[in-house]
C-alpha cells in the first residue's frame, strides 16, 4: 500500500482565516514532504521533514507554517494568505530523505478569497 | 542547481502508437530519475524510475532509458491506450556523499499526452 491521504481535498478560506491542511501516512516513512502545485507547472518542493525534523524550508512564506507531530502525520498551517497562494498543495513521503521513492497524496486544493 | 528540462510540451498520438517523452538535466551528480503521471484533478503517481546504475528499465508498457554521459532520460511508452492521456512529468535528485537529498525532486514542465481513440 504507497497512499498518503490528505484532508480536506477542498479549501476555501479568507485572507484573515486560520486553517490547516493535514496529511497522513502509514507506510513507515520517515521522510515527509509539502509541494505546492499551480495549474499547469510541475509540483514546488516548500519544506521536507526528516525524522520528524524539518530538513528543508524553501524560503516560505512564514503565513505557511509547518508541523510534524509524529511520523506518520504532517500539517500545513495557513495564517494571512493571499490569492496567490490558491494552488495544489501536495504532501509527499519517503522510506528515506536519501533519494527513496516519492509518493504523492492526492492534494489539497486550496482557494484564497 | 539543477535544472530539467522536457520536451515535447504537448504531445498527441493514435491509440496503439508509441509516445516517447524527452528530459535533459544539467546536474552531473543526479543520480534518481522518477517519471510521475497526473490525470486532471489529482496527485503525481510514479509510474516508474530508474537509478544511474542502469541503462533501461521495463515495465510492461512503460520503459525508461538514461544516458548518463548525454545527460538525459526518456520514457517510452508502448502500445498506449486512452486512459495512457495526462500530464507527465520528469524528475531528477541526487543523494550527497552521506546519502541525504532530503529528496529534493526538480521536476520538468511537463507534457501533455493525448491519446486519441
Known amino acids: 500500500d504507497t497512499e498518503v491521504t490528505q484532508t480536506p481535498k477542498h479549501l476555501v478560506m479568507g485572507m484573515t482565516n486560520k486553517k490547516s491542511l493535514k496529511c497522513e501516512q502509514h507506510?513507515?516513512?520517515?521522510?515527509m514532504y509539502w509541494y505546492k502545485q499551480k495549474a499547469k507547472k510541475p509540483p514546488e518542493l516548500m519544506f521536507v521533514?526528516?525524522?520528524?525534523?524539518?530538513?528543508i524550508n524553501e524560503s516560505v512564506p512564514s503565513r505557511f507554517s509547518p508541523e510534524c507531530p509524529n511520523s506518520s502525520l504532517l500539517n500545513l498551517h495557513l495564517h494571512a494568505l493571499q490569492p496567490e497562494d490558491s494552488a495544489l498543495y501536495l504532501c509527499?513521503?519517503?522510506?528515506?530523505?536519501?533519494?527513496?521513492?516519492?509518493?504523492f497524496g492526492e492534494g489539497s486544493w486550496l482557494t484564497v478569497v | 542547481g539543477e535544472n530539467v528540462e522536457q520536451h515535447p510540451s504537448t504531445l498527441s498520438v493514435q491509440e496503439g502508437d508509441s509516445a516517447v517523452i524527452k528530459c535533459t538535466y544539467s546536474?552531473?551528480?543526479?543520480?534518481?530519475f522518477p517519471w510521475y503521471k497526473q490525470e486532471l484533478g489529482k496527485g503525481p503517481q510514479l509510474i516508474i524510475d530508474?537509478?544511474?546504475?542502469?541503462g533501461e528499465k521495463k515495465d510492461q508498457r512503460i520503459a525508461v532509458t538514461l544516458n548518463k554521459t548525454a545527460k538525459h532520460f526518456s520514457l517510452h511508452i508502448t502500445e498506449t491506450q486512452p486512459e495512457d492521456s495526462a500530464v507527465y512529468f520528469c524528475?531528477?535528485?541526487?543523494?550527497?556523499?552521506?546519502?541525504?537529498?532530503?529528496?529534493?525532486?526538480?521536476f520538468g514542465q511537463g507534457t501533455i499526452l493525448t491519446v486519441h481513440p
Open positions: 521533514y526528516s525524522y520528524e525534523k524539518l530538513s
Open positions: 530508474i537509478r544511474s546504475n542502469v
Open positions: 546536474d552531473s551528480a543526479s543520480n534518481y
Open positions: 507506510m513507515g516513512h520517515r521522510a
Open positions: 524528475a531528477a535528485s541526487h543523494s550527497n556523499a552521506g546519502g541525504t537529498s532530503y529528496g529534493k525532486l526538480t
Open positions: 509527499a513521503s519517503s522510506l528515506r530523505s536519501s533519494g527513496n521513492t516519492i509518493y
